[in-house]
Structure formats: C-alpha cells, structure tokens
C-alpha cells in the first residue's frame, strides 16, 4: 500500500521539539496541526491520529480543548485508529468517559514501567521496562470497556479501547527534549538536579526499547486500512 497518512495533533504550546520526535519516530507522512491555535483537521481522510503531549490540562476550560476533544470524539466515531501520549493519554482517556484528575506532585524522569504482554502496542517490549515520563495529572479510571495493558506506581500508563491506544509516558523523547522539559519545571533546583542527573545515554538507550510502540502502531494501522475490522478485533471484544 502507500505511505500512510497520519494527522499529527500537536498539542505542545511550544511545537518544535514535538514536531521533531514525532517526525523523527513516525514512518508516515505526517500532516500537522497545531491545536492550541485552534488548527484542526476539516475532514478524519487519514489513516491514523496521533495527540501529542502538552503542558495542559484536560479538564481546563479553553475552547481549543473543548475543540479538540470534539474532534476526537468524531473521529473516533468513524473507526479513525488513534495513538494518544501523556496529554493525548489523558484526552483519549477523558473523551471515551475515563476520569482524569490532578496528581498533586510529578511523575518526571526515567522511570519503569511494566506491561501484561498481550497488547499489539508493546509487543517486542520487555514487561518491565524504562520510559521518561513528565506528567502531574493522571488517569484515575479507564475508560469503560477498555483494556489497561500498562502500569507503574503512579497509575495506568497504557490503556486500548477498539482502535484507541494510548500511553502516559513519552517513547518519542530524545534527551534535548528531555532536558528542555526538565528545566521549565517550576520544582525545586534539587529535584531539577536529580532528574538531570539520570538524563544519560545508558537511560536514554534503555528507553529507546519503548520506541517499538510508533512501529506497532504503524504496522497496526497499516493492518487496519488493508482489511479493516477483520484484522483489528477491539480489545473489549
């Protein structure tokens, strides 16, 4: 078949570094939009959906959000398969009726997380396995009918409803954007130092296993738009 055509969310306020990973991770042609601005696709003509990470929060009262979560919402009417990260996580999570609250602290850093094995996501991936994670609201409840194949002790970091897959943490991170995130954190300098500190080529190399997921998802989608339902069987199914 042709290369596939995925519409890129790019919820990031600041997008440059998420365009990049995401660019650099995708073996598609990614056509973007940048939500915040209130860009939005007129048409769900793609083979797949990717919501990207950003500093907001799913429950905040902004129309480009409330837009967002609108479009999503259809788009996922029309079977459109779905990779959802961090915010996207969260998103994906609130518009199919899963509950997203307030941490009160921040997961950030290199971190484990382990999954049960059985996901198309993750396949190829250890079950215990290291991600760089960066989030202060979280998941609380799956949506339901939805199968949550990851976790770590801050929640659910992996969850697949029909063709929606999702997870909290960021496989598409290099360290520059790492280290770019970790500096903008308003937390104190000594935690700032210590999750600098674990920024490091063998961390980084350890969660580079994480990034099979975008080749899943591809292989998945690609799977998707040859057969249809016939060879995607939903995960509540």
Same mark, same amino acid.
């Given at each position: /078949?042709?290369?596939?055509?995925? #519409?890129?969310?790019? =919820? =990031?306020?600041?997008?440059?570094?998420?365009?990049?990973?995401?660019?650099?991770?995708?073996?598609?042609?990614?056509?973007?939009?940048?939500?915040?601005?209130?860009?939005?696709?007129?048409?769900?003509?793609?083979?797949?959906?990717?919501?990207?990470?950003?500093? #907001?929060?799913?429950?905040?009262?902004?129309?480009?959000?409330?837009?967002?979560?609108?479009?999503?919402?259809? #788009?996922?009417?029309?079977?459109?398969?779905?990779?959802?990260?961090?915010?996207?996580?969260?998103? %994906?999570?609130?518009? %199919?009726?899963?509950?997203?609250?307030?941490?009160?602290?921040?997961?950030?850093?290199?971190?484990?997380?382990?999954?049960?094995?059985?996901?198309?996501?993750?396949?190829?991936?250890?079950?215990?396995?290291?991600?760089?994670?960066?989030?202060?609201?979280?998941? $609380?409840?799956?949506?339901?009918?939805?199968?949550?194949?990851?976790?770590?002790?801050?929640?659910?970091?992996?969850?697949?409803?029909?063709?929606?897959?999702?997870?909290?943490?960021?496989?598409?991170?290099? /360290?520059?954007?790492?280290?770019?995130?970790? $500096?903008?954190?308003?937390l104190p300098d000594e935690r700032i130092q210590r999750v600098l500190d674990g920024i490091t080529a063998e961390n980084y190399d350890a969660a580079c296993e994480a990034k099979q997921l975008f080749d899943n998802f591809t292989d998945y989608v690609r799977r998707h738009a040859r057969d249809g339902d016939a060879s995607a069987v939903s995960a509540d199914?």
């Amino acid at each position: /078949m042709s290369r596939l055509r995925i #519409a890129l969310l790019n =919820a =990031a306020h600041d997008p440059e570094d998420t365009r990049r990973n995401f660019r650099r991770e995708l073996d598609a042609d990614l056509v973007e939009f940048h939500c915040p601005s209130r860009d939005l696709p007129e048409t769900f003509q793609f083979d797949a959906c990717v919501v990207t990470g950003s500093r #907001a929060s799913v429950y905040w009262d902004e129309p480009w959000i409330g837009e967002l979560k609108s479009w999503v919402g259809d #788009a996922i009417e029309t079977g459109l398969p779905m990779l959802g990260v961090c915010y996207g996580h969260q998103l %994906l999570a609130d518009v %199919l009726g899963g509950s997203v609250e307030d941490m009160g602290e921040y997961e950030i850093g290199y971190r484990s997380v382990e999954h049960d094995g059985e996901n198309d996501l993750l396949a190829g991936v250890d079950g215990d396995f290291t991600v760089f994670t960066t989030h202060s609201d979280r998941v $609380t409840e799956a949506p339901p009918g939805a199968t949550v194949f990851a976790r770590n002790d801050y929640g659910i970091h992996g969850f697949r409803k029909g063709h929606v897959f999702s997870v909290q943490f960021h496989p598409e991170y290099d /360290m520059e954007t790492a280290e770019t995130v970790t $500096t903008g954190k308003d937390l104190p300098d000594e935690r700032i130092q210590r999750v600098l500190d674990g920024i490091t080529a063998e961390n980084y190399d350890a969660a580079c296993e994480a990034k099979q997921l975008f080749d899943n998802f591809t292989d998945y989608v690609r799977r998707h738009a040859r057969d249809g339902d016939a060879s995607a069987v939903s995960a509540d199914d």
